[in-house]
């Protein structure tokens, strides 16, 4: 295992609350052996207790419904089926009791009699039985307690209704505690406490099973409705086209529509929603860039057929004045509400949308649009990409929360304008990718190319956010992207990435893309990889066979498997280990000058029914590999490290070098094997992160041969420094000769001093350091007294344990993470074109990273992979393409492209688009697709957490009060604003009542 620096930090004192909480725990009843009640603790032990802290008084529970549920249970083999779905085991108070229902359900779940015998035995089994005093007395109690189950689902339901009201009082008690400590942001903390309301009250329902003649009856209906809708299942678009594709927005989809500038993304949402509202749909339009009086002019314009550029500029012909009140009365009917809080956060949107739920049911939300959310202050230091993702998989947990959909606008980056072509947008265009042959690292220890995963789930290995540690998350389906151009990042320790330009990857100030680096900015790496969880268990005897032939053995077809060594140790073991493994017979061959000798390996079949050692270099996948072709096969990476440990020792015993310097050489000691084979080196590698080892892989370029051909490259993968060195005669060693070597090695080091200018933290980092040390008034000379040191210096890239120093010193949680965290800070040497070829993209949902082979990637496609649908819009006729492939003009138009449908198909919708009415529609539709909907009201919010709102999110537009000007030509003239214009503003009012602008 690699050598870790742990740090100790200031723990805060217990709270008084903690202290009283922990004097009012409430016990678990159960009986000891001498028959004695004992007591232990409750199943809330690890919170403060609103009840006792505050109010003095036990938490809501009934031991004696407890009991009686229990008893009922263990004496009636039919009571268990009838509580099985109303009860779980938290929803006990004690944790004896918990321990008693959760082995019940262990046992009907196995299809095992339940009984106190029974459930004794499956106590055990679990390793509860201290729970109830470690012998089966308190379950003979139960079942003396209770003389029938009758009633069992009865009293079952008041013992949940006792759960949730303590489950409610411990969300209280978050809420009150997180208040009064006031560091959690108020809409982060107000979010939580609808969240785990809701899922009180979700986990607390229980659905009843239904009969098929039931669900026939609701499907009967179902599909007739659909008929009358004719196929419409969804919220209409209003545009037939368009719906023939979608059959309209499902609920609890999330709708991602995506366009460059300048292509109508807000006025199609608008259409969508006046559409929408028409049909009697209410909408909310949370609107991050226009304010709400401009959308409020869109949408006038679209329903009077008013030219936006004349109402803009207030040059309004009298034909328009004439149209307004008519336009502005139905304007006012539709349900749609709108929010123009700027950077909106997901919290603070997720509350009003379920606001709005509540009030006015609404049937759709439109985001305009997702870039320009927040995350909130709970992501206040975090990258960008990762506060996007997050706010993906909060719309569509919105979108599922409130059975709506969520239709979120996104804007494309540059890329599409740099392709040639038509530059219509792709799906791709939402993906940053990299080329096939590069290996992903799954959690099971195998390095796979992500070319080999297309459409597979695996898990991987990711660096987790927050600490920067490497875990395990489940990864999305993989999906080949198509051809793009890449670039290839070049580090310093021998490593490289081909990756497109919108790539990102995480460098020392966070995610950054292929395109944004450049020579001498620092990426992560990982410095450790953690052991498989499961791994697989292989014989110590072909671990070391394999090693050493891979090391100086030749499988290839045609010719006889054999060995070539100098070593009398090497071919002992060698041979020993074949005849054992896989009965091999052994023969032996020396060299002319005897320096050497080569051992030959039978018994293994032949070319048509190959077996033993031959077979096994088959299966495993290394057969017939030349020299420069080898590769740690994937049976390998799977072992547990000390596996790992046994392989990489002997391996090293065949082309691997130790070498001490002379005590009167000025240089450096060496670890360090070679290969003419760049992914044997790269394998190596990798193997070795398993202990901490972070290698350089140097490529030395061979001269020619006589005959002038050029020798293939070698690579060098080599160990430096002390701690490194020492970590690799820890946990590997030697054997052979090398034994001998790593001895010497060991004294060699033990009398060094560690100096590692490779294992850095960047520079950068001791601006934080002078900005922590200002704000704690401390000087040069506090740190030195500190660290106990003379002096200090910010002149070089400091160590983790130099770092470390200064985390202590500062007691600072930034520093810490750094120290502790599982990265290495390797050097860009260069950044170049590579080629184009074809790209593949990969998401992980959870921490938004993978390891490329070992360097940090960013995930990639988390927008798209949240998305049920993604759609573009493109105007052809914006990048002066005047004629469709079937030469019908673009002059006006649109095309909605639904590029991932995932419950349904994909294609293109061409549409007309009016930019002067802000209006998309069908194109034999010169009106557009309105028809008239329940009248109801529209209603204009603005920032809802302003003190100074010019709306009322609650009051209809009718109700809403609107500055009035002074009219030049007397009361009864015309105002020149049609928001100023006062009896537009009643929905009662009509031109027939008397009212006339002349």
């Not at 209003?238 to 979608?246: F, H, I, P, Q, W």
């Not at 009077?304 to 139905?330: C, F, H, Q, V, Y």
């Not at 051992?599 to 293994?604: D, M, P, Q």
Request: glycine residues 6%; neutral net charge.
């Amino acid at each position: 295992m690699a050598n870790r620096i742990y740090l100790c930090r200031k723990e805060p004192e217990t709270s008084k609350y903690t202290r009283m909480e922990e004097q009012n725990n409430q016990q678990v009843g159960y009986v000891n052996k001498n028959g004695s009640y004992n007591k232990g603790k409750s199943s809330r032990n690890n919170s403060n207790d609103l009840s006792s802290v505050v109010f003095g008084k036990l938490p809501p529970q009934s031991l004696e419904l407890e009991e009686a549920v229990l008893g009922g249970i263990l004496i009636d083999h039919e009571a268990f089926p009838k509580i099985v779905e109303v009860l779980k085991a938290e929803c006990f108070y004690t944790e004896a009791h918990q321990a008693i229902f959760a082995a019940a359900k262990a046992l009907f779940q196995a299809t095992q009699p339940i009984d106190r015998l029974t459930v004794f035995e499956q106590m055990q089994r679990m390793g509860t039985m201290d729970r109830i005093g470690g012998n089966p007395y308190y379950l003979v109690q139960l079942t003396e307690r209770v003389a029938s189950s009758a009633h069992i689902e009865s009293h079952a339901r008041l013992i949940l209704q006792k759960y949730v009201l303590r489950e409610m009082i411990g969300i209280s008690t978050e809420v009150i505690t997180d208040a009064y400590a006031g560091t959690t942001d108020p809409l982060n903390l107000l979010d939580k406490a609808q969240q785990n309301l809701f899922n009180i009250n979700q986990a607390s329902l229980s659905r009843s099973f239904e009969g098929l003649n039931t669900l026939a009856g609701k499907l009967l209906k179902h599909l007739e409705q659909m008929r009358e809708q004719g196929g419409m299942t969804g919220i209409p678009s209003g545009m037939a086209a368009l719906d023939e594709v979608t059959s309209g927005w499902q609920r609890s989809d999330l709708v991602i529509i995506a366009a460059r500038p300048a292509m109508g993304k807000t006025a199609f949402t608008l259409s969508l929603a006046h559409n929408a509202a028409k049909k009697g749909f209410p909408v909310a339009i949370f609107s991050l860039e226009m304010a709400n009086l401009q959308l409020v002019q869109r949408l006038l314009s679209l329903e009077g057929n008013i030219e936006g550029g004349r109402m803009r500029d207030g040059k309004l012909s009298g034909e328009d004045w004439e149209k307004l009140p008519t336009a502005i009365d139905r304007l006012s009917r539709l349900p749609i509400y709108i929010d123009d809080t700027p950077g909106i956060s997901i919290f603070e949107l997720r509350a009003k949308c379920r606001r709005l739920k509540a009030q006015h049911k609404i049937e759709m939300v439109i985001i305009d649009y997702l870039q320009l959310m927040t995350a909130g202050e709970g992501n206040r230091g975090g990258n960008r990409e990762q506060e996007i993702s997050m706010i993906s998989r909060s719309l569509k947990g919105l979108a599922k929360e409130l059975n709506v959909p969520v239709l979120a606008l996104s804007q494309l980056s540059r890329a599409v304008e740099t392709r040639g072509g038509s530059k219509k947008p792709q799906l791709s265009d939402l993906r940053e990718c990299v080329t096939g042959d590069t290996r992903v690292v799954l959690s099971d220890g195998r390095l796979v190319k992500i070319q080999d995963l297309v459409g597979k789930q695996v898990k991987v290995l990711s660096m987790d956010p927050t600490s920067e540690r490497i875990v395990e998350k489940e990864a999305d389906l993989v999906w080949p992207v198509g051809k793009k151009k890449v670039y290839e990042v070049k580090l310093a320790s021998g490593r490289s990435i081909k990756a497109t330009a919108e790539h990102r990857l995480y460098a020392f100030d966070g995610w950054k893309t292929v395109g944004e680096l450049k020579a001498g900015d620092r990426l992560a790496l990982a410095h450790h990889l953690p052991e498989p969880t499961n791994p697989i268990k292989m014989e110590d005897e072909r671990i070391i066979l394999l090693a050493h032939l891979m090391g100086d053995g030749s499988y290839l077809s045609h010719q006889p498997l054999r060995y070539t060594t100098a070593s009398e140790a090497n071919s002992y073991i060698v041979k020993t280990c074949a005849q054992k493994a896989f009965g091999s017979i052994v023969n032996r061959h020396e060299s002319k000058k005897m320096t050497w000798h080569q051992l030959v390996f039978s018994n293994n079949g032949n070319r048509w029914h190959p077996a033993g050692l031959n077979l096994w270099l088959r299966e495993i996948g290394v057969f017939n590999e030349r020299s420069h072709e080898k590769h740690v096969p994937d049976c390998i990476f799977q072992l547990n490290n000390e596996q790992v440990a046994l392989f990489l020792k002997h391996f090293w015993a065949t082309d691997g070098t130790v070498f001490v310097p002379k005590p009167e050489k000025v240089t450096s000691s060496r670890v360090c094997f070679s290969t003419n084979s760049k992914q044997l080196a790269d394998d190596v590698s990798m193997l070795l992160l398993r202990f901490g080892i972070v290698t350089r892989i140097r490529t030395v370029v061979q001269g020619e041969n006589p005959q002038g051909k050029k020798y293939r490259n070698m690579f060098s993968v080599e160990i430096s420094g002390k701690r490194d060195q020492e970590i690799f005669i820890k946990h590997i060693g030697g054997y052979g000769a090398k034994s001998t070597n790593i001895d010497e090695l060991k004294t060699y080091l033990a009398s060094k001093k560690s100096n590692t200018n490779i294992d850095t933290i960047p520079i950068e980092i001791y601006d934080y350091v002078q900005e922590k040390m200002k704000e704690k008034n401390l000087v040069k000379r506090d740190i030195c007294d500190m660290r106990n040191k003379l002096s200090i210096s910010f002149k070089h890239a400091p160590s983790k344990e130099v770092l470390a120093s200064y985390a202590i010193a500062l007691q600072d949680e930034k520093l810490i993470k750094l120290v502790e965290n599982d990265l290495f800070w390797d050097k860009i040497l260069n950044i170049e074109f590579f080629a184009e070829e074809d790209v593949y993209d990969l998401t992980v949902p959870e921490t938004s990273s993978w390891l490329a082979d070992s360097i940090i990637s960013h995930n990639s496609g988390a927008i798209e992979q949240d998305s049920d649908i993604v759609s573009f819009i493109y105007r052809p006729e914006y990048y002066q393409l005047t004629e469709y492939e079937d030469g019908a003009s673009t002059k006006g138009m649109a095309d909605i492209i639904i590029a991932k449908h995932r419950n349904g198909n994909i294609g293109e919708v061409r549409l007309k688009f009016e930019g002067q009415f802000s209006r998309f529609s069908d194109p034999m539709n010169e009106g557009g697709n309105f028809t008239d909907g329940d009248p109801n009201v529209i209603t204009i919010s603005s920032r809802m957490n302003s003190m100074d709102n010019d709306f009322d999110l609650s009051k209809p537009l009718a109700e809403v009060e609107v500055a009035k000007t002074d009219f030049p030509y007397g009361t009864a003239a015309m105002p020149r604003s049609p928001l100023d214009l006062d009896i537009g503003l009643n929905p009662n009012a009509r031109p027939e009542d008397g009212f006339s602008p002349f």
